[in-house]
């Protein structure tokens, strides 16, 4: 049984360049949840989402950043015109259902941005 | 505003003694607490979690306690081993601005465990 699938595991971007994130979910998870994690910071929440819906978008930024999860696929977090503070660790999480504790990480994609 | 702190960056035991790391909140309105083990280059791990509505909550060799009106919890790892040498974040589950329950984690503590 696979756990979370995430890649690329590096990612590097020239500012003004575009990043795009996958993340698989566990097989029969539904819910997707992505974090980033900062240097010398903890994992802060981005975005929730459910196949083909996002549920909560309050921890993401305004501007350049979306999320997608389609029905057939993977879940896409894309960051346009990156910029060097974009460079941070992005985590996504996958559950069965709401349950906080039954949330289940990948291994992350680190990005930076020269 | 930093909701959940770990106010410890490090910490070294030796094997075989027992960790102790801690976690303080702010946020009166979290009813669930979880620690989260990490390895370098991977995800974090859920280890451990505790309700609101107890005290303490023991799995093995790690115990999490949580004292409310402090808004303070602690995990005890006893005995210590070498493998539990990681990165441990407490995450604190709450609503977030839009309305739905997400977590908050701390900064993390990395523990070293010296043979």
């Known amino acids: 049984n696979a756990g979370v699938m995430q890649n690329p595991r590096h990612l590097v971007r020239r500012r003004g360049q575009e990043a795009r994130l996958r993340c698989s979910p566990m097989?029969?998870?539904?819910?997707v949840y992505w974090y980033r994690q900062l240097p010398e910071e903890g994992l802060k929440f981005m975005v929730y989402l459910q196949k083909e819906n996002i549920i909560d978008e309050s921890g993401m930024p305004k501007e350049r950043f979306s999320a997608e999860f389609p029905k057939e696929g993977p879940s896409i977090l894309r960051i346009q015109q990156v910029v060097r503070g974009d460079s941070a660790a992005y985590f996504c999480?996958?559950?069965?259902?709401?349950?906080?504790?039954?949330?289940?990480f990948g291994p992350g994609t680190r990005l930076t941005v020269l | 505003d930093q909701q959940v702190k770990q106010n410890s960056p490090s910490l070294s035991v030796q094997e075989g003694r027992i960790s102790i790391l801690n976690c303080d909140y702010t946020n009166s309105m979290f009813d669930y607490f979880l620690w989260y083990k990490k390895y370098p280059a991977e995800g974090p791990t859920f280890l451990i979690s505790?309700?609101?509505?107890?005290d303490k909550n023991e799995d093995g060799r790690f115990t999490v306690f949580l004292n409310k009106s402090a808004k303070h919890l602690s995990l005890h790892i006893v005995p210590s081993q070498p493998g539990d040498s990681a990165v441990y974040f407490c995450?604190?589950?709450?609503?977030?601005?839009?309305?739905?329950?997400?977590?908050?984690f701390g900064k993390g503590t990395k523990l070293s465990v010296i043979p």
């Open positions: 995450a604190a589950k709450g609503l977030s601005g839009a309305g739905s329950y997400q977590l908050t």
């Open positions: 999480a996958s559950s069965l259902g709401i349950g906080i504790d039954e949330q289940f």
């Open positions: 505790i309700s609101s509505i107890k």
């Open positions: 097989k029969g998870h539904s819910h």
